[in-house]
Each structure stands twice: as C-alpha cells, then as structure tokens.
T-cell receptor
C-alpha cells in the first residue's frame, strides 16, 4: 500500500518569503508523485509531477519540488510567495499500476500574509 | 470550456433519499475517476472506468453506491438511501491513457459536487 504524509496542516508565510510544504511518501515500488492545488470550492489543479525522470521538477506558478529517495520526500517549494498562492495543497502518490489512481495526503493550507 | 464538468455543483438532500451526480469528462479522455473528499481531508479514491468498463472499486464504495459510464462518455454516481456520513465533496477526474514513459498523464479534475445530507 502506498501513502503520503504531509507535515503541517497549516503553513503561514509572508508575501515574498520562501514557501516550503513538506511531503513524505511510503511506497513498495518506485513511486510517481504529484502536487495539486485546490482553491476554495474548486477542483484540483496539477502543479507538477515526478515520474522517474529528473529529480528536480519544475511546475506552474513558479513552484518546484525535489524527489529525494534517501529521505522518501517530495517537498514543494517556491522562492517568493504571492498572495494568490493562498490555497490548499495536496501531495499524492501513484504506483503506476494500470489504474493510475492517486492516494492523497491530508493537505496543507497555505496562508500568505502582507 | 472543455474541462471536466460536474452537475449539480451543490445538492442538499434528506437522509434516506437517493441522489445522482453527473460527470462529463474531457471528450478525448478514456479514463474517468470518482473521488470523495470530506472536510479537512484529501480526496479518496472511489472507482475508475476505462472507457465503459468499471475496472476498480474502492472498499469505500458501499452497496449503496453505484457508478456507470454508458458508452464510455459521461458518468453517473448514484447514492441510494443517503446517510449523513455521505456528506462530502464528490470529485470526478479524467485522463487519457498514457503510453511508454509518459504513462502518468495528468488527471484533470472537475469542480466537484458538494453533497449535504440533512
């Protein structure tokens, strides 16, 4: 079985500060990892995905994530937070099986303050 | 807009009633997924279709839940004899079938149907 753990259900940063959202995974097979963002009353939008190519993955809106096998981590970062980044962020893992279904973490709510 | 469309966006129903939700995926996508998201949690997988075939169902999908995808196009999710514990956001997603190294094609999510059982 696969799982992801997101450390910190709420993260608050000042506008312009570094954003760091943590995700650790557990998988018995090489994982495929994703970060999604959800704005209030909206569906999920893919920020980026890791599928065993480059370990540093760049996504939309200036976000990036680094896959570290030794630490079983896939943390999401952005150098400079913007007010529009305030949302819920979900890390997800897939085993690459035929279903390609996603197992999500519990989410981290990012608050950006002036 | 050619994204994933879900209807209705909101549904309030009395306990014991039946409800049905509809999902229209992106037209060229052959995979369709249903997830359920409760407050403060991430989405949980319910079931998925490849074309018209329902290939996997989660243990979360009790006998009161049934999903269909006739002709491999839109999908419906029906909940019979609703219970208060069914209150959640029901999300639909679709994706194309990737090939080779690009198997992990992006799943596009709809805006969800929020169900409230009173």
């Amino acid at each position: 079985a696969q799982s992801v753990t997101q450390l910190g259900s709420h993260v608050s940063v000042s506008e312009g500060a570094l954003v760091l959202l943590r995700c650790n995974y557990s998988s018995s097979v090489p994982p495929y990892l994703f970060w999604y963002v959800q704005y209030p009353n909206q569906g999920l939008q893919l920020l980026l995905k890791y599928t065993s190519a480059a370990t540093l993955v760049k996504g939309i809106n200036g976000f990036e994530a680094e896959f570290k096998k030794s630490e079983t981590s896939f943390h999401l970062t952005k150098p400079s937070a913007h007010m529009s980044d305030a949302a819920e962020y979900f890390c997800a893992v897939s085993d690459g099986g035929t279903a390609s279904k996603l197992t999500f973490g519990t989410g981290t709510r990012l608050q950006v303050t002036l | 807009d050619t994204g994933v469309s879900q209807n209705p966006r909101h549904k309030i129903t009395k306990r014991g009633q039946n409800v049905t939700f509809r999902c229209d995926p992106i037209s060229e996508h052959n995979r369709l997924y249903w997830y359920r998201q409760t407050l403060g949690q991430g989405p949980e997988f319910l079931t998925y279709f490849q074309n018209e075939a329902q290939l996997e169902k989660s243990r979360l999908l009790s006998d009161r839940f049934s999903a269909e995808r006739p002709k491999g196009s839109f999908s419906t999710l029906e909940i019979q004899r609703t219970e208060q514990g069914d209150s959640a956001m029901y999300l639909c997603a679709s994706s194309s079938l990737g090939q080779g190294a690009n198997w992990a094609t992006e799943a596009f999510f709809g805006q969800g149907t929020r169900l409230t059982v009173v």
